[in-house]
């Protein structure tokens, strides 16, 4: 097992081909030696949050993904906006981590890939709900980096070299941002 730590990648689209989802994908691909990633692939089903359903024993998705969270040093999230704020299945996804306490204090940022102009919405509700659950918000490693469709190869990845650097310079952000959280004498 590693001792490299962990930023578990949330992606907000259930879409195939999704940019947001090529935009972590390609930060597994940039991930510094010094941090492991793991994307969460659960969304899809995770069940309709209902508090009277949050207690144990919990529904096994929701397990799994408080687990993933748990584990992880950080956060990263990179969700699309529809009708001006989160994607119903991502509100959900955040709704179940209300209850637990695995995401309190830990460093979670966002990159937004929006085309500009757009995209404002979904990172005040993100913002918002984030409060709600105590999660520590890097705000020097959310990052708008728009990424428009012919900058992703065939096999998902960002191919454009400086959208690439962007996203690795969010990873080293926020890996540097959990170090400093583990070890307040660095700050």
Known sequence: MSTLPLILLLSGSL?????NEAVLRTAQAVAASQ????????????PHFNPDDDTDPLPA????????????????????EYAGTLPGAFKNLLDWTIGGTEICNKPVA????????????AEATLRLVLGYTGAAI?????????V???MVGADGL??????????GEVLAVLTDAREQAADPDRA
């Open 61 to 80: 998705p929701v397990v799994e993904l408080r687990a993933a969270i748990g584990e992880a040093a950080a956060v990263l999230i990179c969700t699309p």
């Open 35 to 46: 941090v492991r990633t793991a994307g969460y692939e659960g969304l899809a089903a995770l």
């Open 138 to 146: 890097v705000e020097s490693a959310c990052a708008r980096i728009p």
């Open 15 to 19: 879409r195939a081909g999704s940019s």
């Open 158 to 167: 960002i191919t454009d070299p400086h959208v690439r650097e962007q996203v």
């Open 148 to 150: 428009a469709s012919h």
């Open 110 to 121: 966002w990159v937004n890939a929006a085309s500009p102009g757009r995209g404002q919405g």
